[in-house]
Antibody, heavy 117, light 106 residues
């Protein structure tokens, strides 16, 4: 069974960074893209970007190019997302997801990031 | 970037009703569209992939259709457990979620 386990809730001060993790079990992340999606309180889903863990290649949505940095460690089968220069607007739930071909679709449980001084 | 517009933003219907949710792309997305259901406090769940393919385990009352820029998710007989927000998601060029349709029971 494929499972994505995300790290715990984060509280970050404005101007600092946080690094979120997403550990995958039951599937080798080398064989897929890892996506990250956010959801601000009461708002819709927003695609942030994706990484190909096999070679480290990344694609970001335009608005997240200077905000998010995606990395992956194939030895631990874990994907990471660092959010930099935190602002209150970054307060959101962040999901990692595997969206493969056709029906292959798995999501983490989501992690709440709160930005507050 | 491709913009995805969903309508209506909120839909209220009765149990047993046939419900239609719409998603319109700003350009042709060649049927490269999925539908997700998100219940409160949960991760999104894939319902339909590549416009009209039902994900494993999803009830057959859900169906999808469309082409070009216009796509539809239909629930043939609304059930109480279908209360959720529904998102379309295109992957033809970049990846974009629609703005969502919140489905309520009257």
């Amino acid at each position: 069974e494929v499972q994505l386990q995300q790290s715990g809730a984060e509280l970050g001060k404005p101007g600092t960074s946080v690094k979120l993790s997403c550990k995958v079990s039951g599937y080798n992340i080398r064989n897929t893209y890892m996506h990250w999606v956010n959801q601000r309180p009461g708002k819709g889903l927003e695609w942030i970007g994706r990484i190909d863990p096999a070679n480290g290649n990344t694609i970001y949505a335009e608005k997240f190019k200077s905000k998010a940095t995606l990395t992956a460690d194939t030895s631990s089968n874990t994907a990471y997302m660092q959010l930099s220069q935190l602002k209150s607007d970054d307060t959101a739930i962040y999901f990692c997801a595997i969206r493969g071909i056709g029906p292959f679709d798995y999501w983490g449980q989501g992690v709440m990031v709160t930005v507050s001084s | 970037d491709i913009q995805m517009t969903q309508s209506p933003p909120v839909l209220s219907a009765s149990v047993g009703d046939r419900v239609t949710l719409s998603c319109k792309a700003s350009q042709n997305i060649n049927k490269n569209l999925d539908w997700y259901q998100q219940k409160h406090g949960e991760a999104p769940k894939l319902l339909i992939y590549y416009t009209n393919n039902l994900q494993t385990g999803i009830p057959s009352r859900f169906s999808g259709s469309g082409s070009g820029t216009d796509y539809t998710l239909t629930i043939s007989s609304l059930q109480p457990e279908d209360v959720a927000t529904y998102y379309c998601y295109q992957y033809n060029s970049g990846l974009t979620f629609g703005s969502g349709t919140k489905l309520e029971i009257k």
